[in-house]
């Protein structure tokens, strides 16, 4: 029974590390979109380029509070 119970718990382990995405880098281009020459870049570590978009919409209204903004983001090579 506990050599059953060793397998089952081994191919959670190997069934859950494959399912968890690997962080990688994105870099985001932003334009503040109510307020002329406001644009710039902003990199981040994400999951998905979603979470990467999520982050950088965070980061955009701690930043400038609330403006208008468009939002870009791609994977660094």
């Keep these: 029974m506990k050599l ?3 397998a089952a718990l081994a191919a959670a382990l190997v ?3 494959a399912a968890t995405a690997q962080a990688a880098t994105f870099n985001c281009a932003y334009i503040i979109t109510s307020e ?3 644009s710039g ?3 981040v570590e994400a999951d998905t380029q979603q979470d990467a978009i999520n982050q ?3 980061w955009l209204h701690d930043t400038f509070g ?3 903004f ?3 983001c791609y994977p660094q090579p």
């Design 56 to 58: 950088t919409i965070a």
């Design 4 to 6: 059953l119970q060793q």
């Design 36 to 38: 002329p020459g406001g």
């Design 41 to 43: 870049f902003y990199g």
């Design 15 to 17: 069934l859950g590390s």
């Design 66 to 68: 609330p403006v208008g």
């Design 70 to 72: 468009q939002v870009k």
